[in-house]
Nanobody, 123 residues
Framework: VQLQASGGGLVQAGGSLRLSCAASGRTFSSYAVAWFRQAPGKEREFVTT????????YYKSSVKGRFTISRDNAKNMVYLQVNNLKPEDTAVYYC?????????????????WGQGTQVTVSS
């Protein structure tokens, strides 16, 4: 499967964005999907993940209540609604898909990665 992330941009603190992850292939519903992010000078970190059906989600504690992951398997899309953005949310956001596991926060669990979309939050 090929993934392409989009929807990033420059917003002020408190603002919102909707990130999208478009997937190619006809079996997208077979993959758990996650969002990771990498801030300048820092390692990439887990943000959130959604199960194959969309029925289960898991969030990094610092984004819980502000970020919402969802998916539309009919459209081969995963979304990340990010609200009440903070300067510390500034990062390149990557979507990733896992074929064999679900609910993992570990990079090694994910088999396919998109190219990333930049989110910059000004204070």
């Amino acid at each position: 499967v090929q993934l392409q992330a989009s929807g990033g941009g420059l917003v002020q603190a408190g603002g919102s964005l909707r990130l999208s992850c478009a997937a190619s292939g006809r079996t997208f519903s077979s993959y758990a999907v996650a969002w990771f992010r990498q801030a300048p000078g820092k390692e990439r970190e887990f943000v959130t993940t959604i199960s194959r059906s969309g029925g289960n989600t898991y969030y990094k504690s610092s984004v819980k209540g502000r970020f919402t992951i969802s998916r539309d398997n009919a459209k081969n899309m995963v979304y990340l609604q990010v609200n009440n953005l903070k300067p510390e949310d500034t990062a390149v956001y990557y979507c990733a898909a896992a074929e064999r596991v679900s609910g993992s926060s570990t990079e090694d669990a994910y088999d396919y990665w998109g190219q990333g979309t930049q989110v910059t939050v000004s204070s």
